[in-house]
DNA sequence: TTGAAAGCGATACCAT
DNA sequence: ATGGTATCGCTTTCAA
């Protein structure tokens, strides 16, 4: 049983000299050494005084001040995660796992959401980089290029994943197979025995939903089966979208994809507002859905980025790149298909 | 002109103040003086100097140090959000709606998830206040208490949400009136003309869920209906539900209450496994859900704590703590709910 | 093997 | 109205 003094202000680096009886420098020193396989520190101080100054350390509570480190040294170990949206489940898991890989590995983890509003990408990147970040995962809003050239300015990592910045150089990236996700839609629907295959979206030169419905596109056929597209003003898809569906329904089409997230939220929406019933009138496939969707309806089939993956991959290639082993790369990821409520392949 | 060298790794305050041509103390003075209505300087510094220092520093890109000023002054203008999964669609939306409050108060927020394990929750604890956040709030596990008496040591502040920690003083709580919405899901069932209602928990004493079977088991007394609950193993849960669903159907119970968002998980999973429909074989209210539920199957309800408000809150109970003026209190929140795709109440 | 001392950048007290 | 300077806690040469 350690008698834990009542904890004061703050413990500092001097007072566990002061109680160690050495100076302030060798208890950085050993506080700092790194660790030798049968537990040892690695440092020129004697292991007694090292174990010494450790026990001490431990018995006034001392931690070491960040605010001072990171004045000192440059490092904050603390990364800077954007995303559009944190409540959007399929961030949320890839940030909860981010952050579980960061935490493990001694790091603190910032998560922001931009709402997809590239003033708010630019401000919370400055933010981040004021406080100090040593790198950043960020999924990029459209036309934020000048951000992360800033970013890479101050020779920080960036590891862009989910959405890609094309022409930008000197960052990682961790991007789903797009194209294939699209591809991946329609032979779902295939499978099904659908042959006229609808896609709504709205306007956008966002590179992943073009991707998803070039996809699509060569999918449908390659398989000789009929896909048609419609295309809406961003602002009132959520409006237009049940005259889409109701006169696609019209026209005899029996599918339809929903090629991102905030798409297959309208879309669904829709389809209830309508009364149709999946896949009786229409057999549907949306997109970066959450894994919960067995709770629900489970008639529908979605294709996801594996979030878990995408964590990994993205915070061990910012971590490499921090640590200065490791490189920034491309990594071009499969998509994860669930059909109903089984997770296949 | 100056003969130096065009890179200059950061703008210090001694840039700001050698091109301006002033000393580093007013430099500093003026930059934290306070705005005046008619959007001017209240500072003893002249307004011709306070504009040009202010002009300069802007015309080097000049961005304040955190580290430095956090180690000067003690605050980190961050605060420390900690729930059991960022994941989950309810904590998820709380936290961005923080983070925005935060944002434009001026504050950093940082997210940890603890996925409701207390040696997490104490470790994470400890992560910020060695980080130096400047308050906390936090969806407590069970269990905590004493990780929460060290933050109050430090004399830092703490909002507790979602879930309480009873007899623990000197902080500010945002509730759910759990009773309440435990007697609002029955009256929702009522109003169907249920007669037989089920509940379905763990074994477990978190207040929350106590509070809400009580609040239902009140309710249906007061409306002479039956009511029943069934009690699992936290641990195999997942499966066990599914008999307890079966053989409550058989047993002529007409309507189920699940009152978590982890037991709505689960009790949905299942009744989709069992093949049964809602609400024809069984109705159906869960807790804690998402407000995206439109997309799906309509014909559940929830109860729900309404995100924004507790966000809301619980961010300006901290601030006006942090600040000085505003006082910790304890909030308690009405329960939303959403039937079928509508919001009422 | 250990210690003294020079900063990192900003703030705030005390002079002027 | 402005400037000098000690200091926050820590890391990191350089000397002893």
Same mark, same amino acid.
């Given at each position: 049983?350690?008698?834990? /003094?009542?904890?004061?202000?703050?413990?500092?680096?001097?007072?566990? %000299?002061? #109680? %160690?009886?050495?100076?302030?420098?060798?208890?950085?020193?050993?506080?700092?050494?790194?660790?030798?396989?049968?537990?040892?520190?690695?440092?020129?101080?004697?292991?007694?005084?090292?174990?010494?100054?450790?026990?001490?350390?431990?018995? !006034?509570?001392?931690?070491?001040?960040?605010?001072?480190?990171?004045?000192?040294?440059?490092?904050?170990?603390?990364?800077?995660?954007?995303?559009?949206?944190?409540?959007?489940?399929?961030?949320?898991?890839?940030? +909860?796992?981010?952050?579980?890989?960061?935490?493990? #590995?001694?790091?603190?983890?910032?998560?922001?959401?931009?709402?997809?509003?590239?003033?708010?990408?630019?401000?919370?990147?400055?933010?981040?980089?004021?406080?100090?970040?040593?790198?950043?995962?960020?999924? /990029?809003?459209?036309?934020?290029?000048?951000?992360? =050239?800033?970013?890479?300015?101050?020779?920080?990592?960036?590891?862009?994943?989910?959405?890609?910045?094309?022409?930008?150089?000197?960052?990682?990236?961790?991007? !789903?197979?797009?194209?294939?996700?699209?591809?991946?839609?329609?032979?779902?629907?295939?499978?099904?025995?659908?042959?006229?295959?609808?896609?709504?979206?709205?306007?956008?030169?966002?590179?992943? *939903?073009?991707?998803?419905?070039?996809?699509? +596109?060569?999918?449908?056929?390659?398989?000789? *089966?009929?896909?048609?597209? #419609?295309?809406? =003003?961003?602002?009132?898809?959520? +409006?237009? *979208?049940?005259?889409?569906?109701?006169?696609?329904?019209?026209?005899? *089409?029996?599918?339809?994809?929903?090629?991102?997230?905030?798409?297959?939220?309208?879309?669904?929406? =829709?389809?209830?507002?309508?009364?149709?019933?999946?896949?009786?009138?229409?057999?549907?496939?949306?997109?970066?859905?959450?894994?919960?969707?067995?709770?629900?309806?489970?008639?529908?089939?979605?294709?996801?980025? /594996?979030?878990?993956?995408? =964590?990994?991959?993205?915070?061990?290639?910012?971590?490499?790149?921090?640590?200065?082993?490791?490189?920034?790369?491309?990594?071009?990821?499969?998509?994860?298909?669930?059909?109903?409520?089984?997770?296949?392949?």
């Amino acid at each position: 049983m350690s008698d834990r /003094p009542i904890v004061s202000p703050d413990v500092t680096i001097r007072d566990v %000299a002061e #109680a %160690a009886g050495v100076s302030i420098s060798l208890v950085s020193f050993v506080l700092n050494a790194r660790r030798g396989p049968s537990g040892e520190y690695l440092c020129s101080a004697s292991q007694k005084t090292a174990e010494r100054i450790v026990e001490t350390a431990e018995r !006034l509570g001392y931690h070491r001040n960040k605010a001072a480190t990171s004045l000192r040294t440059g490092r904050s170990d603390t990364i800077g995660v954007i995303v559009s949206d944190i409540s959007n489940t399929c961030f949320g898991q890839i940030c +909860r796992k981010i952050e579980k890989l960061a935490n493990d #590995a001694g790091y603190l983890t910032i998560i922001a959401s931009t709402d997809d509003r590239k003033e708010n990408f630019r401000q919370l990147v400055d933010k981040f980089l004021y406080s100090g970040v040593d790198g950043f995962i960020v999924a /990029p809003c459209h036309g934020v290029e000048d951000s992360i =050239a800033k970013i890479l300015k101050r020779r920080l990592p960036v590891v862009l994943f989910d959405r890609d910045l094309p022409g930008v150089e000197g960052v990682g990236r961790v991007l !789903l197979d797009n194209e294939k996700a699209g591809r991946c839609a329609v032979r779902i629907l295939c499978s099904q025995g659908r042959k006229h295959i609808g896609l709504v979206r709205y306007e956008t030169d966002i590179p992943t *939903i073009i991707a998803r419905e070039n996809g699509c +596109r060569e999918e449908a056929e390659k398989n000789g *089966i009929s896909f048609t597209s #419609a295309i809406l =003003a961003r602002e009132t898809m959520r +409006r237009d *979208i049940v005259s889409v569906l109701h006169n696609a329904r019209e026209e005899g *089409i029996d599918a339809m994809i929903f090629p991102s997230n905030a798409i297959t939220v309208d879309g669904l929406s =829709a389809i209830n507002e309508l009364g149709f019933s999946i896949p009786e009138d229409l057999a549907v496939v949306g997109f970066d859905q959450e894994d919960r969707s067995e709770m629900f309806n489970p008639w529908f089939s979605f294709v996801n980025q /594996p979030t878990k993956l995408v =964590a990994e991959y993205s915070f061990r290639m910012l971590l490499g790149a921090i640590k200065g082993d490791g490189q920034l790369e491309t990594k071009i990821i499969n998509p994860l298909y669930t059909l109903g409520s089984k997770i296949k392949k």
